[in-house]
C-alpha cells in the first residue's frame, strides 16, 4: 500500500530543503491557488505570474509556518493577498493610462445555449460583472463561492470579523445579481 | 487535488454559484500555461543557487587566506592562555583570550597599568 505523506511530513522535509518534498505541495495545491488567482483576476495573462509568486512566497515564508491552518488555508491567504496586492496595481495603471469612462456591461439576448462559444460568452460576462466589485467584496466571493471556505475560514484568511464576511458577502451577491439578473433567470 | 472546505454558503443563489465556479475554473485553465510546476521548481533552484555560488567562490578564493588567518588567531589564542598562566589574579575567558591585563578594583581606577603590575617577576 501506498503511503501518501501529509502536508505537515512534506513542509517538514522541504524546510530541511527537499525540494522533491516542496514539489508535491505545489503539485497538490497549484489548482486551488490558481482557481483563487483566477477567481480575483479574472481572464487574465498575470494568472500565472501570480501563481508562480504565489508559490515563491510560500517557499521564502516556510520556516515561519507554523502550522496553525492547514496548508490550503495558509496557500490561499497569500493567494488572496498577492491577487488584491495585484488589483491595486492593476487600478493605479488604469487611473494613469486608461480612460476612466465606467465599462458598460451589455447583457446579451435571452437564449443562451450550452454551446462552448456561450460558455465562454457567459464566462466574460462573469469576469466582467466581478470587476463591478470592490476587491474585498470580491475576495469573499471567491472565498465563499469559488473555493467553498465557510465563513469563520474565509473571516480567518481575511483577518477580519465574521460578520464583515456576511455584509461583504451579501453586499457582493446582491450586486452580482443585479448585473446578471437575466443570465441567473433563464438558468433557473 | 486538494480538498476543498465542505461547507456551502446559505443564502446565495446556486446558479450564481455554479457560474462562479465554472467561470474560474475556465479563467485558470486559459490563465495559466503549461509545465507550471516545472517553471516554479526552476525560479527556486535559482533562488538558492546565487548565494550557494557565491559562498563557494568565496571559500575557493579565500581558503589559504582563511586557513592563514584562522592559524594565526589559534596562535594568537594559545600565546595569550599561556601568558595568562602567570597572572596572580585569576582571568576571565575572554581576558585569557583576548590578552588582557586582569580587571580588579586597583586597576580599574589606575591611570598607569605598570605601577600595580599583576605579573609576577
Known amino acids: 500500500m501506498t503511503h501518501i505523506p501529509s502536508d505537515d511530513t512534506l513542509i517538514d522535509r522541504a524546510r530541511r530543503g527537499d525540494q522533491n518534498a516542496f514539489r508535491e505541495i505545489l503539485e497538490r495545491h497549484q489548482q486551488l491557488v490558481a482557481r483563487t488567482v483566477a477567481g480575483m483576476l479574472g481572464a487574465s495573462a498575470d494568472v500565472d505570474d501570480l501563481v508562480q509568486e504565489v508559490f515563491i512566497r510560500f517557499y521564502k515564508t516556510l520556516d515561519r509556518f507554523r502550522g496553525d491552518a492547514a496548508c490550503s488555508t495558509y496557500l490561499t491567504r497569500i493567494a488572496i493577498n498577492a491577487s488584491l496586492d495585484a488589483l491595486r496595481r492593476r487600478k493605479r495603471m488604469r487611473l494613469r493610462f486608461v480612460s476612466r469612462d465606467d465599462e458598460t456591461i451589455t447583457l446579451p439576448e435571452p437564449g443562451f445555449r450550452d454551446t462552448e462559444t456561450d460558455r465562454f460568452d457567459r464566462a466574460e460576462l462573469i469576469n466582467l460583472a466581478m470587476n463591478k466589485l470592490k476587491p474585498h467584496h470580491r475576495a469573499v466571493v471567491v472565498l465563499r463561492l469559488v473555493d467553498g471556505y465557510s465563513t469563520a475560514e474565509a473571516a480567518e484568511i481575511l483577518g477580519i470579523p465574521q460578520g464583515t464576511v456576511l455584509s461583504r458577502l451579501s453586499r457582493a451577491t446582491a450586486r452580482l445579481r443585479d448585473i446578471l439578473g437575466p443570465i441567473l433567470a433563464e438558468e433557473e | ?121
Open chain 2, 1 to 121: 487535488m486538494n480538498q476543498r472546505p465542505s461547507s456551502t454558503p446559505r443564502d446565495h443563489n446556486p446558479h450564481l454559484h455554479s457560474l462562479l465556479c465554472e467561470t474560474a475554473e475556465m479563467n485558470a485553465e486559459s490563465g495559466v500555461r503549461p509545465f507550471l510546476a516545472d517553471r516554479i521548481m526552476n525560479r527556486i533552484q535559482a533562488l538558492n543557487q546565487p548565494e550557494e555560488q557565491l559562498w563557494q567562490t568565496l571559500w575557493l578564493a579565500f581558503r589559504p587566506v582563511a586557513l592563514a588567518s584562522m592559524l594565526l588567531i589559534l596562535g594568537f589564542v594559545s600565546y595569550n592562555t599561556f601568558v595568562s598562566r602567570n597572572y596572580e589574579v585569576e582571568p576571565t575567558p575572554t581576558e585569557i583570550v583576548f590578552g588582557l591585563q586582569p580587571l580588579t578594583l586597583t586597576t580599574a581606577y589606575s591611570a598607569n597599568l605598570d605601577e600595580f603590575s599583576l605579573t609576577t617577576p
